[in-house]
């Protein structure tokens, strides 16, 4: 579970190291924002509107769910318990209030990990180059950064994207680490199994 400020490169990494994983699920999310340039539904995210949002919030559909910026996004929980039940690696991209919903629920198999880049003016440098954004959103943006750095202590390893090289390496290894966990149940079906003469 890949979580950390807008901007700080987190698509990119993903897009390198999943060439390097072996078999994987990338767990798309939905949101009711506004596609940006060049983004398509169903590949970077699944654009609904906010009353198709709020249905599935009532059905329960969602693994977790936030408004940031104003916008819902939100993991829906089907593909995800299929890919895993498939034995996939499963990728998640998600804000800091979704990393914690997500450890609530699915703590003793999740690996986490908090991208960002070195600095806050690094941060902004890239957002403004980005120009996909208004000021008023990169603001935001910026302002929601302060806060999501306080919460780093809550994830399991840090990489800080300043060499996208370094960073990418450093994600495919924590990626093949976090693909030899075991939660509860497969230990002690594997302590039965050895036990037997």
Do not use: C
């Not at 078999?23 to 060049?38: E, H, K, L, N, Q």
């Not at 009532?58 to 104003?70: D, K, M, R, S």
């Not at 230990?187 to 036990?195: C, D, E, G, V």
């Amino acid at each position: 579970m890949l979580s950390g400020p807008s901007g700080a490169g987190k698509s990119t990494l993903i897009r390198e190291m999943v060439k390097e994983i072996g078999p994987y699920f990338f767990s798309i999310s939905t949101t009711t924002r506004a596609p940006r340039a060049g983004e398509r539904d169903g590949v970077e995210y699944f654009f609904v509107t906010r009353e198709a949002f709020e249905a599935d919030i009532a059905a329960g559909h969602f693994l977790e769910y936030a408004t940031v910026h104003g916008n819902y996004y939100g993991t829906s929980i089907k593909p995800i318990t299929k890919a895993l039940e498939e034995g996939k690696l499963v990728v998640f991209d998600i804000d800091v209030q979704g990393h914690e919903s997500v450890r609530k629920r699915l703590n003793a198999i999740t690996t986490s990990v908090f991208i960002t880049t070195p600095t806050f003016e690094v941060l902004k440098t890239r957002l403004f180059a980005r120009q996909s954004d208004s000021l008023e959103v990169i603001e935001k943006r910026l302002t929601m950064a302060m806060s999501e750095i306080e919460r780093v202590d809550e994830f399991d390893f840090l990489i800080v994207n300043d060499t996208l090289d370094e960073a990418v390496q450093a994600l495919i290894h924590v990626a093949k680490a976090a693909r030899l966990r075991r939660d509860e149940t497969a230990l002690n079906a594997f302590k039965t199994q050895w036990r037997k003469l």
